[in-house]
Structure formats: C-alpha cells, structure tokens
C-alpha cells in the first residue's frame, strides 16, 4: 500500500487554526506587483459624480433597449399588471370621450407601466447619489424636476419635495461647475441622465 494515499479523511478543520497553503497559490511576483493594480479606494468627489451620473445613464439606456425588446417579443395581451377597467374608467372620465376601443386600454396600460418605471429608475438614481437604499417621495421629486419630459407633473409635487429637487438640482449645478462634464446639447444643466430616446427601426 503506498504511504502517500490513506484511506482515511483528513481532520476537520478547527476553528481559528492557521491554514497551510501550498507556496504556489501567493507567488512572489504577485505579491510585488500588488501595488501596482490595488484598486482606487478614494475617487475625488468630481471624478466619482461623474461616474455615478455615468452608470446611471447607462441603466436608463439598458432599461429603454430591454422595454424595445419586450415590446417586439409581446405576443400575450391579454395578463397585463394594471388593471383595464381602472384606465377605461379614467378615459371615459373625459366627456368628450363616448367610444374606447378595446386596443386603446391595453396601449395605455402598458405606457403607465413604462412610465412608472422610469420614473422609479431616475428616482433611485437620486437615491443612490444620496446614498441611501430607500427610494422617497422626495427622489420622485428630484426626478422630475431633472427631466424635462416630467415638466407637466411639476405643480403635482409637493412643495417641500419640490424644494428638497431644487436643492439637489444646485447641487448638481454645483457639481458641474466643480469639472463635471456638461450635458449634450438641449439637455436641461440640472439633468445629469439625459432623457434616451430608443431610434426607430
């Protein structure tokens, strides 16, 4: 029998006992090279705002091609996630409005549900800036006031939250000034998500 294969399991490891490992797995170039590829632990404060409004435009642009995507791809409209008689009943809240095809709640019900998910996605990117992990009704606030396209629910935001986004829109304003790079063209200076529009095909 060979004296190098036992049949028998090596011990549990006990708690707090040092482990060997084999010299191979730390070799010393790596342990020389170590501060040549540590990570940044601290990015100035310009450098990470910018960062951050970086990835956050990158998740809206995600958001936007995957909602192309699933719309292309929808073959079933008949389960949706609003209810169809709730937005009939607001459409016929119109007087002038007799008549509602039975396409026109579906249409309107899936472009409620788009919108309340941007909405969501550029309120949270305003909470993570704040870093906080709870979206509040004042980062719903801060996204409309960034966005251009949100300027019809202004006089809907309460005061207080509408005071609370002008202070992170000079923050952001502020922000910009410190060497954050401006927006394109047309885009609000408060706005650091530029509002993405998917091309047509």
Known sequence: MDPTKSSTPPPPPVMGAPIAYPPAAYPPAAAAGAAAYAP???APPAAAAAQQAAAAQQQLQMFWAEQYREIEATTDFKNH???LARIKKIMKADEDVRMIAAEAPVVFARACEMFILELTHRGWAHAEENKRRTLQKS???AAIARTEVFDFLVDIVPRDDAKDA????AATAAAAAAGIPRPAAGVPA????AYYYVPQQ
Not at 166 to 169: F, L, N, Q
Not at 190 to 193: A, C, E, K, N, V
């Open 166 to 169: 002008d202070a992170a829109a």
């Open 139 to 141: 980062d719903i606030a």
């Open 190 to 193: 408060t706005d650091p998500l």
């Open 81 to 83: 996630n609003l209810p």
């Open 40 to 42: 940044q632990l601290y």
